[in-house]
């Protein structure tokens, strides 16, 4: 069964920044894109970013959130730098056995983490 589990989500004030991290059960590992989702009380799951054979960003994180991974260890990373408190939700990563499509929807991505919450204040 893949699991794929997500930490280092928390509380910090504005300004501040977080660094989430999602270790994978998944024997290929490489193979797969990782992406970043993140889901606030009351809206919608959102695409923030993804690493696959390119990486991807969500406009509203471009230039503060840098995506990474380290496939021998196979985890994905999430630097949050900048933080503002509309970045408040609940952080997911999820797993796309279509490594090469540049795919920014939920139901493209197979397999989910249960999230982290990481809550930004004034």
């Known amino acids: 069964q893949v699991q794929l589990v997500e930490s280092g989500g928390g509380a910090v004030q504005a300004g501040g920044s977080l660094r989430l991290s999602c270790a994978a059960s998944?024997?290929?590992?490489?193979?797969?894109?990782m992406g970043w989702f993140r889901q606030a009380p009351g809206k919608e799951r959102e695409f923030v970013a993804r690493s696959g054979e390119f990486i991807y960003y969500a406009d509203s994180v471009k230039g503060r959130f840098t995506i990474s991974r380290d496939n021998a260890k196979r985890t994905v990373y999430l630097q949050m730098n900048s933080l503002k408190p509309e970045d408040t939700a609940v952080y997911y990563c999820a797993a796309d056995s279509s490594k090469y499509s540049s795919s920014r929807t939920v139901g493209a991505y197979e397999y989910w983490g249960q999230g982290t919450q990481v809550t930004v204040s004034l």
């Open positions: 998944l024997r290929t590992f490489s193979t797969y894109a």
